[in-house]
């Protein structure tokens, strides 16, 4: 069995550009955009057309080289630009450091500048492939045949260049031949749960099961559950995760029900400069994502609302994290330093 590609992003050619997958559209519709400036890379970033913490390193290096041509500073304003559209993932600004130093390598104006980023995001790419199989052979173990798989948000191949971060043993686990089966939180306000993860999968082959995040608790409770797991944005040095908010209530809730809760995430989603989860800055989202639903009012029009993208899971919550250096406890955080 082998697992599909989901083009979620490529160079456009001569490299003049990013051609992405439009998020915002599946799985009603799936249309690529051709971004050719840095202001279009910004918007597809802040509005999520393009998503997923490696997704967004490897988009904002791809974008960012459409500057180079204009020189060192240009180059290095588009950087700034592009690491201002979200603030959580750190994935964000690990791509963008390593695209500034080596655009400040280079040296050279113009066409020299421009070969050296493009091969600078190009290898952030490559590397992310690399990354996701590696964290799918370190997670293999957990998807065991017959196992379910409970995971919230979208952590696959769509958030990533390769086969995803939470979703890559299960991948991995299906080429093996095990029967595996995912149930996927809906993830409101933006559904990328059910909106893409449940897309992926069943592009895949893969069952998956969609329940509102409501309903997480009481699926853990009913004992089907094999494990939990699910993607990263930062990982804090003394283990405490942010992830899509809801990602705490299910870590909760498998505790309660003694179902192990493992985060998957590369090397590039730890941040060892940052000591603990509440130092993590959580992106808060415009009201109108909770007050509308497909574009229909599902609350007073002016009605207060809290909306943060994100939560903080606590290390002590986190059975194990999946990383393209194996199964890591919090302790053993280090090695992705
Ligand atoms: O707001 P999003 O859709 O970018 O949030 C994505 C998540 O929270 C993912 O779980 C995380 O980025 C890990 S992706 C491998």
Redesign the pocket.
């Known amino acids: 069995m082998t697992i599909p590609q989901f083009h979620q992003i490529a160079w456009l050619p001569d490299q003049a550009g990013v051609r992405i997958l439009d998020q915002t559209l599946l799985p009603r519709e799936e249309r690529r955009l051709d971004v050719t400036t840095i202001e279009q890379m910004a918007e597809a970033i802040r509005t ?1 057309r393009v ?4 997704l ?1 390193g490897i988009a904002a290096a791809m974008g960012s080289t459409i500057a180079a041509s204009n020189g060192l500073v240009s180059f290095l304003e588009a950087c700034d630009t592009l690491e201002a559209t979200r603030p959580t ?1 750190v994935n964000l600004m690990w791509a963008l450091r390593r695209m500034r130093e080596r655009a400040r390598r280079a040296a050279g104006a113009g066409q020299e500048l421009r070969a050296a980023v493009i091969a600078e995001a190009d290898a952030i790419w490559t590397e992310d492939r690399t990354l996701c199989g590696a964290i799918g052979r370190a997670g293999l173990h957990l998807v065991t045949d017959g196992a379910t798989v409970l995971t919230h ?3 696959g191949a769509l ?2 260049g390769g086969i ?3 979703l890559a043993p299960v991948y991995l686990a299906q080429a093996a031949g095990r029967k595996v089966r995912v149930i996927a939180g809906e993830t409101r306000p ?1 559904l ?1 749960g059910s909106r893409l993860t449940a897309w992926e999968l069943t592009r895949a082959g893969i069952p998956v099961t969609v329940i509102t995040d409501s309903m997480a608790a009481s699926r853990l409770r009913q004992g089907d559950v094999s494990c939990v797991i ?4 930062r990982i804090a040095a003394n283990g405490d995760v942010a ?2 908010i809801g990602t705490y209530g299910v870590a909760l809730a498998a505790r309660e029900h003694g179902v192990p809760f493992y985060v998957a ?1 590369p090397y590039s989603t730890f941040d060892a400069a940052t000591m603990h989860g509440a130092a993590i800055p959580i992106e808060e989202r415009a009201p109108g994502e909770v007050r509308e639903f497909h574009g229909h009012p599902s609350a007073p029009a002016d009605v207060p609302v809290w909306n943060p ?2 939560d903080m899971t606590p290390a002590a919550l986190i059975a194990g994290y999946v990383t393209d250096r194996g199964l890591l406890t919090a302790k053993e955080l280090g090695r992705l330093g």
Do not use: E, H
């Open positions: 999520l998503r997923g913490a490696p967004i993932a948000c979208n952590a958030a990533t995803g971060t939470a933006l990328q699910v993607g990263a944005d992830n899509k995430a993208a994100f």
